[in-house]
């Protein structure tokens, strides 16, 4: 009986003693979280100093926490600022490529039209004084052409340089023939018969086809600078779905709620949380690539023997040699057009020897010395050269965003029995699963419908095709025309036609026929599905209206 009494008082005593190690268990102190909230930037007030019961809490563990329901709300809405931060700030180098190569390759190829013109108008000036100065508008006239058509102007480059050719003609048979009077229709006559007379030589359609291989792939590739960077800009802005913040919480902060602020959240952890949360992004990465492709494709074209530079930097030269060809078959050449266009009538006037003389000056080219300096003192080799390997370190940027994300040891811990695990700290067993949104089904942290794809993702998808095939196109030689910004009562002043600011508004007019290589399968399909957002803002319209304007054009063609 005595030994029976000291047993119950024994088992009484280690139950008292056990209730009261329960009691102050439940009673730790919530310092250290009061510490990083306050850290946070967020106020002490109503913050409780030690654990309180979690019944209240909707995303967290609801065993003892230091959060109330108002601190759970707050992390809430920091973890959803804290992702897109991150996301931004991950893209950042990416985002900052496409913009300084735009800007850089825009300023280069404008200074480099800008400094073509000037030589030819020193060159001519020396060589033909006044007479070139009474015709200077012919070749400003070429120039601004040009460049209007680089900046996004629906300019035909072909039946542009054909109308330059052709008023050069007009100018200097009547020079040359001073002693005539040429009507209107008789001009018409001789520029009507100019492809039979050639009377330049072969220099108009040697440059015709030059400068059009190298405008049509420097507008190209500068479109599709612009292009990549207005995308990048668009996904860098994640939109974040509720289920995705309910993660982020979970993981970044609800450590905080039981009381273990410091505890960094498991490596593969995050990359399940990051997948779900970043699953349509990834789904651009393939689009994403092709595009890079062509963009690289449209490159090395650039740096072939057509390429901007050697066409545009000796221009002057070229028109010099074919006016010196006009001059040395004038006499052939009159005669050819007096036998077609009949007879002119005198003019009264003798036949201007000055003139005459001026035309056969022997023009006196620069030297290497004395030429202008081109593009900010760069090369087209080596400015194309450092755009092709940042383009190249683009690749597969879209769906590499959670790896670079949870590979910071800010923000994970490397020790995998040392980390949040999304109730404990303890090793996280799920596996990780694979990007994109279809293998969301099967993410254990983050609840995503893969049935409703992201829609200003899919906008972006069909941008990026459209511009993949225009850069195509491109490369093989065909010309894609752009609406004139002008039109609208903008001004361009880049080769997209665009600022910093603009949107992605590739307009077509006009396509040449469908190239080997060039993807056109699904696009009116395509183009359906991306005109049912169009109420995003204000570019948005704009972006689909081009799609839509380029697959009526392809289809139109096909017939």
């Known amino acids: 009986m005595n030994a029976m009494w000291r047993l119950q008082v024994a088992f009484c005593t280690v139950s008292v003693l056990s209730l009261s190690s329960a009691g102050e268990s439940k009673a730790r102190s919530c310092s250290e979280v009061r510490q990083a909230y306050k850290a946070k930037g967020f106020s002490l007030l109503n913050v409780p100093l030690q654990e309180i019961s979690g019944e209240h809490l909707r995303v967290c563990p609801q065993g003892y926490t230091c959060c109330t329901s108002e601190m759970e709300e707050k992390l809430n809405q920091q973890s959803k600022l804290e992702f897109e931060n991150m996301v931004e700030e991950s893209s950042r180098q990416m985002r900052t490529t496409f913009i300084s190569r ?64 052709s008023r050069l003609l007009e100018r200097m048979f009547q020079l040359l023939n001073s002693q005539y009077h040429f009507t209107d229709d008789y001009l018409e006559c001789i520029g009507k018969i ?13 440059l015709k086809i030059q400068v059009t291989k190298a405008f049509i792939a420097a507008r190209t590739f500068v479109q599709g600078l612009m292009v990549g960077r207005e995308v990048a800009n668009r996904v860098a802005k994640v939109n974040v779905a509720p289920a995705c913040v ?50 690289l494709l449209v490159a090395n074209r650039l740096e072939g023997p057509d390429n901007i530079e050697a066409v545009i930097d000796p221009v002057d030269i070229k028109i010099s040699e074919a006016i010196i060809t006009m001059q040395e078959n004038s006499m052939q050449v009159s005669a050819k057009v007096f036998q077609e266009c009949g007879q002119p009538k005198p003019s009264g006037l003798s036949r201007s020897t000055r003139g005459i003389d001026m035309l056969n000056s022997r023009f006196r080219p620069y030297t290497p010395e004395q030429r202008p300096t081109s593009a900010a003192g760069t090369s087209l080799e080596r400015l194309v050269n450092d755009i092709k390997e940042r383009l190249e370190e683009s690749k597969r940027v879209w769906s590499k965003l959670p790896n670079d994300i949870c590979s910071k040891e800010k923000l994970t811990q490397p020790d995998e029995e040392q980390c949040w695990n999304s109730h404990t700290k303890g090793r996280y067993f799920p596996e990780v699963v694979k990007e994109g949104l279809t293998n969301q089904i099967n993410n254990p942290e983050v609840d995503v419908d893969i049935t409703r794809p992201d829609t200003l993702i899919r906008q972006q998808i069909m941008a990026l095709r459209v511009m993949t095939n225009k850069l195509k196109n491109a490369y093989n030689g065909n010309d894609i025309y752009f609406q004139d910004s002008s039109d609208e009562g903008s001004s361009s002043g880049s080769g997209s036609g665009c600022t910093d600011s603009c949107t992605t508004e590739l307009i077509f007019v006009g396509t040449e026929a469908p190239v080997i290589g060039t993807d056109r399968s699904d696009e009116r399909a395509a183009a359906a599905a991306a005109g049912k957002s169009l109420s995003r803002g204000p570019s948005t319209p704009l972006v689909m209206s081009a799609l839509t304007l380029l697959l009526w054009a392809t289809q139109t063609q096909l017939r």
Not at 108 to 119: M, Q, R, T, V
Not at 120 to 133: D, E, I, P, Q, V
Not at 194 to 206: C, Q, S, T, Y
Not at 251 to 267: I, V
């Open 194 to 206: 100019a492809d039979v007379l050639k009377p330049f030589g072969d220099a108009p359609r040697r």
């Open 246 to 295: 309910r993660a982020l919480t979970k993981m970044l902060y609800c450590p905080y709620c039981r009381g273990m602020a410091g505890l960094k959240p498991c490596h593969n952890y995050c990359h399940n949380v990051m997948r779900g949360c970043l699953a349509n992004q990834a789904d651009l990465d393939s689009e994403w690539n092709l595009f890079i492709d062509a963009m």
């Open 102 to 165: 735009h800007k850089k390759f825009d300023e280069f190829f404008l200074e480099l039209l800008d400094n073509s013109e000037k030589s030819l108008n020193s060159l001519f000036t020396r060589t033909y004084g006044k007479l070139y100065m009474q015709n200077s508008e012919v070749f400003q006239d070429l120039f601004t052409e040009l460049k209007r058509y680089y900046t996004g102007g629906n300019v035909n480059l072909e039946e542009m340089l054909n109308d330059f050719w």
